[in-house]
C-alpha cells in the first residue's frame, strides 16, 4: 500500500496544494501530459520481453518451423492438382494420340493448329496418352500433406503456448513493477494525481498492454515468417505473379502511413478520457452521501453524461479509423487476387505455367494477404497498447521519494519519545514558503496539541515528523537521532497513527486490530480491545473479534470503527502518537469514549494531537498555535486564554455565547481569515 493519510482536514488542505502543483501535472510524462514519440515508446514496450529473450528466440525458431511446413503445402497440394488435371487431359486424348510419346503429341497438336494446346501438353509432367489419374502418387502427395499439416500445427500451438507463456510473465513482472512504483511514490504524486486516474494506469492501460501483447506482438512473428516465405515460394513459380502481388505492399503502406497516426492520436484521446470517468466515478461512488445530502444527483449526471459523450466520441472515433484499414487492405487483396486469376489464365493457356502452380500461387497470393492484413489490423492494437504503455511509463518514470541513508542508523527500541523541531523550514513549491525556521521540544510523554485555521499547517507538520515529505531546511530528531538519518520503515515503527476518518480494511475486526502489529498475538489483540473499550461492543456482534466489516465497514458504527482504530494503534506500541482529531465526527456521549480509549492510548506516550474541537484539548501539556506556518503561540490553555491572542480569539469563536465585543469580533474574523495557503 501506498502512504498516505486520509482525513477531512487532509482534504481541505489538499484542495490548495493541488492547485499550487498543478502546474507539474502539464510538464512532460506527468499524468494527463502529452504522449511521447510512438517509436521510443514502442521500442520500450517490446523491451518488456528483454529477461525472457531466449526463451521468446527458441518459440520464434519453433514457430518458423510451423510456418515453413504450412507454406510448403500448398506447392505439395498444386502437385495433387497438376496429377489430377494431367490424367484427366491423358485419358480425354488417350485414343487418338495412343502410343505417342508426350513430345510427338505435342508436335500433332501443333500440327492441327491447336498450338495452346500443344503448349499446355508440352509444359506437364504427369502427361501419359491414356493413362488417366496416377492414384497412387496422388495418395502419396496427400498423405505428405496431411503429415505437413499436422506438424504445422504442433509446432505452432507449442510456439504460441511459449509466447504466450512470455507474455504473461511479462505483465507480472510489469504489475510488480507498478506496485513497486507506487509504494516508493512520495505523498505529494497522490495530492496532485486523481485517484480514478491512477487507477486506470495500473488496471485499464495494464490490461490493455497485455491484451495487445498476447493478442497482436504473439501472432506478429508468425505473420513476418508466413510474408517473407510466401514471397520465396511466389518468386518460384512465377516472378511474373509474384510482381502483381507485391503491387499490394506499397498500397497497404499507404493506407497504414495515412491512417495510422490518425488511429494513434485517436486512441491516445480515447484512454485519457477513460482515465477522467474512471476518476468521475471514483469520486462519485465515495461522495454519493455527500451527492444526495446536497441534491447535487442532477448535476453529478450531467457532468458524468458529458464526459461520457466524450468518450463515446473518442471511442467512435478510434474505432472508426481503426476499422476502416481492414476493408481498405481487404480490397487491395482483392484487386491483387483479380489480377493474379487473369495473368494465371493467360500463362496456363500459352503453356508458361502448369495449372496446379497457378492453384497454389493463388493459395499462397492468399497466404500472403492474411497476414498483411492481420499486420495492419495489429496496427491500431499496438497503437493503443502503446498509447497505455506511454501512461504507464510515465508513471514509472515519476520521481521517487528520496531514498533511505545507505547506512542508516538503528533506533534503540523503548527511546523516551523526545522530539525536536530544530529551524525546520519546509514550502510545497519554492516560490510559496510555507513553513520557515519552526522550533519547539517536546518532552517525553507529553501531548502537544496543534491548534489553528484551516490551511495553517497543521497537518503538514505531523507529515514532516512521519517524513512522508522532506525538509528543505533544518531537522527534526527523535530521541536525539535526526530522523532524515534513519530509514522510514524504523521512524514509522515508533509511530503509531489515527486519523480524522477511521480507515478499516475488508477482514475481521481482528485483523483490523492486528495490522497495526502483524505479531501480535490474540491476547495481545484482546488487551488492546479491552484498553480502548472495543471489546465491549464486539460481544455484541454475531462473530464477535472474527466479525467480518462489508463494504466501507458499514455493519459498525462509525464510533465504533473510530474505536478500532485506536485498538490498532495502541497494539502497536508506539512511542510516538499522532491524533488527527479522531472525535470530530461522532456525537458527544461517543465522544466522551473515544476520549477515554485515548487516554488510555496516550498514557506514558509522547503525543501529538491536532485539534478543531478546542474544548478537547484543555489537558494537553503544550498548545502550539499555528498561522501560516509559524507558531504564533504556545504554552497551556490557562496561559493562552489569559494572553488574550491567536488562541484565545479561536476559543472565542467556538462559543459563540461568549460576550465578544466588536474590536475582539473583527481581530477573530481577521485571524480566521488569514491563512489561505496550504498546509
Known amino acids: 500500500m501506498s502512504e498516505h493519510t486520509p482525513g477531512t482536514e487532509r482534504d481541505e488542505e489538499r484542495e490548495t496544494q493541488q492547485a499550487i502543483i498543478a502546474a507539474g501535472a502539464d510538464e512532460p510524462g506527468a499524468m494527463g501530459g502529452k504522449p511521447k514519440n510512438f517509436w521510443p515508446s514502442f521500442r520500450r514496450f517490446i523491451g518488456l520481453l528483454g529477461p525472457t529473450r531466449w526463451t521468446f528466440a527458441l518459440a520464434a525458431v519453433i514457430g518458423a518451423f510451423g510456418t515453413l511446413l504450412t507454406i510448403i503445402g500448398p506447392r505439395i497440394l ?30 500433332a497438336l501443333e500440327e492441327a493448329g491447336q498450338d495452346n494446346l500443344a503448349s499446355m501438353v508440352s509444359a506437364m509432367e504427369h502427361f501419359v496418352p491414356g493413362a488417366g489419374v496416377d492414384f497412387e502418387a496422388l495418395g502419396t502427395i496427400i498423405v505428405w500433406v496431411l503429415v505437413l499439416y499436422l506438424g504445422a500445427a504442433l509446432f505452432e500451438w507449442l510456439s504460441g503456448y511459449l509466447i504466450n507463456r512470455i507474455m504473461v510473465r511479462t505483465m507480472w513482472r510489469l504489475r510488480e513493477d507498478v506496485e513497486h512504483k507506487i509504494n516508493r511514490l512520495p505523498l505529494s504524486h497522490f495530492d496532485r494525481v486523481p485517484r480514478g486516474e491512477l487507477i486506470s494506469r495500473v488496471t485499464n492501460d495494464v490490461d490493455n498492454m497485455t491484451q495487445t501483447l498476447q493478442q497482436s506482438l504473439s501472432s506478429a512473428i508468425t505473420s513476418l515468417l508466413t510474408v517473407l516465405g510466401v514471397m520465396v515460394m511466389m518468386f518460384s513459380i512465377s516472378w511474373k505473379l509474384a510482381l502483381v502481388a507485391l503491387v499490394a505492399v506499397p498500397l497497404i503502406g499507404v493506407i497504414m502511413g495515412v491512417l495510422g497516426p490518425k488511429s494513434q492520436k485517436a486512441f491516445q484521446a480515447q484512454w485519457k478520457k477513460v482515465g477522467r470517468i474512471n476518476s468521475r466515478v471514483e469520486e462519485s461512488f465515495s461522495g454519493h452521501a455527500l451527492v444526495k445530502v446536497y441534491g447535487q444527483e442532477e448535476k453529478v449526471r450531467a457532468a458524468f453524461t458529458a464526459e461520457n459523450e466524450e468518450l463515446y466520441q473518442a471511442s467512435f472515433k478510434a474505432q472508426f479509423i481503426s476499422g476502416v484499414m481492414m476493408p481498405a487492405m481487404q480490397f487491395v487483396g482483392y484487386l491483387t487476387y483479380a489480377g493474379i486469376a487473369v495473368l494465371g489464365g493467360v500463362m496456363v493457356a500459352s503453356g508458361q505455367i502448369r495449372i496446379g502452380d497457378v492453384q497454389a500461387f493463388v493459395q499462397y497470393s492468399q497466404l500472403f494477404m492474411q497476414p498483411l492484413a492481420e499486420l495492419g489490423g495489429m496496427l491500431p492494437v499496438v497503437q493503443s497498447g502503446t498509447a497505455s504503455a506511454e501512461r504507464v511509463f510515465a508513471l514509472l518514470d515519476e520521481d521517487e521519494q528520496t531514498p533511505d541513508p545507505a547506512e542508516a542508523a538503528t533506533a534503540p527500541a523503548g527511546g523516551s519519545g523526545v522530539i525536536e523541531f530544530d529551524s525546520v523550514t519546509f514550502s510545497y513549491t519554492p516560490d510559496q514558503p510555507l513553513i520557515e525556521n519552526l522550533s519547539f521540544r517536546v518532552e517525553p510523554g507529553q501531548t502537544v496539541a496543534i491548534v489553528g485555521p484551516t490551511g495553517a499547517g497543521k497537518t503538514t507538520l505531523v507529515n514532516l515528523l512521519m517524513r512522508f515529505y522532506d525538509l528543505q531546511g533544518g531537522a527534526i530528531r527523535l530521541d536525539g537521532q535526526d530522523t532524515a538519518e534513519m530509514t522510514r520503515a524504523d521512524l514509522r515503527a515508533r509511530t503509531g497513527m489515527v486519523l480524522q476518518d477511521p480507515w478499516l480494511f475488508a477482514g475481521s475486526i481482528r485483523d483490523n486490530i492486528r495490522y497495526g502489529n502483524e505479531k501480535a498475538t490474540d491476547e495481545q489483540i484482546r488487551e488492546a480491545a479491552e484498553a480502548t473499550y472495543v471489546d465491549r461492543f464486539v460481544h455484541s456482534l454475531p462473530e464477535g473479534y472474527d466479525t467480518v466489516l462489508d463494504e466501507e465497514a458499514a455493519n459498525v458504527s462509525a464510533g ?112 480566521l481569515g488569514t491563512s489561505e495557503t496550504l498546509s
Open 78 to 107: 498444386g502437385e495433387a492438382t497438376n496429377i489430377v488435371f494431367e490424367g484427366v487431359v491423358g485419358r480425354m486424348i488417350g485414343e487418338e494420340f495412343a502410343g505417342m510419346s508426350q513430345a510427338q503429341v505435342a508436335a
Open 560 to 671: 465504533e470503527r473510530q474505536l478500532v482504530t485506536i485498538a490498532r494503534a495502541f497494539v502497536r506500541q508506539p512511542e510516538v502518537l499522532i491524533l488527527d482529531e479522531a472525535t470530530s465526527s461522532v456525537d458527544t456521549r461517543t465522544e466522551l469514549l473515544l476520549q477515554k480509549a485515548m487516554n488510555a492510548l496516550r498514557s506514558g506516550r509522547t503525543s501529538f494531537v491536532i485539534a478543531h474541537r478546542l474544548s478537547t484539548i484543555r489537558d494537553a501539556d503544550l498548545i502550539l498555535v499555528m498561522e501560516d506556518g509559524a507558531i504564533v503561540e504556545q504554552g497551556t490553555h490557562e496561559e493562552l486564554i489569559g494572553a488574550e491572542g491567536a488562541y484565545w480569539r479561536l476559543y472565542q469563536s467556538q462559543f459563540e455565547h461568549a460576550a465578544v465585543d466588536p474590536d475582539t469580533e473583527a481581530a477573530i474574523e481577521e485571524s
